[in-house]
């Protein structure tokens, strides 16, 4: 069966420092990657998707980037955070192309102080 | 622009009761729409997937339909138990990408 994994699962950072999450599937090959951010009162957003290594789809302009160096890893970047980063974090994945059932991590909830 | 709206924000039942959660949607040119379940500080789990051509799926004791052409969905959960008590999330994948639209969400909370 397939699994998803992010760490951490919480982060208290300070304004202006750099920021790495990481998240990983199990039991598939070649998933759609997802990473979606969740702010009180703002409901989900999402932020990136990969269809394949190397391949990083923005949606919204933000001080944040997304790498995917494996097929089964989306990693959520930021060379120096703000406040307004602050939120419950997740990453999801769905089978390849197609209308496919998303799934989605545990989160990271993330502090930026 | 898509847009996905969930009322009620809030909903409180006694334990046992049927209940009916809605979703709509503004553009019914859509892929699928999925409900999800979120727990408090939790991740997302999902419930139930409707494809665009699909009516309706079920699984125990939850309904989900779809009226695409009218832009609704409802999520039907029979004999409603304590353990229901979550946030229920609706969204939509548009058509020509890869993004889900999500509502806000309902807060169901069962009282025993």
């Known amino acids: 069966s397939q699994t998803i994994h992010q760490w951490p699962a919480t982060l208290v950072q300070p304004v202006g420092s750099p920021l790495s999450l990481e998240c990983t599937v199990e039991g598939t090959s070649n998933p759609n990657l997802y990473w979606y951010r969740q702010a009180a009162g703002r409901g989900l957003q999402l932020l990136f998707y990969s269809v394949g290594i190397g391949q990083i789809s923005s949606e919204v302009p933000q001080n944040l980037s997304a790498s995917r160096p494996q097929d089964r890893q989306f990693i959520l970047s930021s060379k120096k955070l703000l406040l307004s980063d602050s939120g419950f974090y997740l990453c999801?994945?769905?089978?390849?192309?197609?209308?496919?059932?998303?799934?989605f991590g545990p989160g990271t909830r993330l502090t930026v102080l | 622009k898509q847009e996905v709206t969930q009322i009620p924000a809030a909903l409180s039942v006694p334990e046992g009761e049927n209940l009916v959660l809605n979703c709509s949607f503004t553009?019914?040119?859509?892929?699928?729409l999925q409900w999800f379940r979120q727990d408090p500080g939790k991740g997302l789990t999902s419930l139930l997937l409707?494809?665009?051509?699909?009516r309706e799926q079920t699984s125990g004791r939850l309904n989900a339909s779809l009226d695409k052409s009218s832009g609704r969905s409802t999520l039907y959960i029979a004999a409603s138990q304590p353990g229901d008590s979550a946030t229920y999330l609706c969204a939509v994948l548009i058509q020509g990408a890869q993004k889900l639209v999500f509502g806000q969400g309902t807060r169901l909370t069962i009282n025993p």
């Open positions: 999801a994945w769905s089978a390849g192309l197609g209308h496919n059932e998303q799934f």
């Open positions: 409707i494809q665009s051509s699909q």
């Open positions: 553009d019914s040119a859509i892929y699928n």
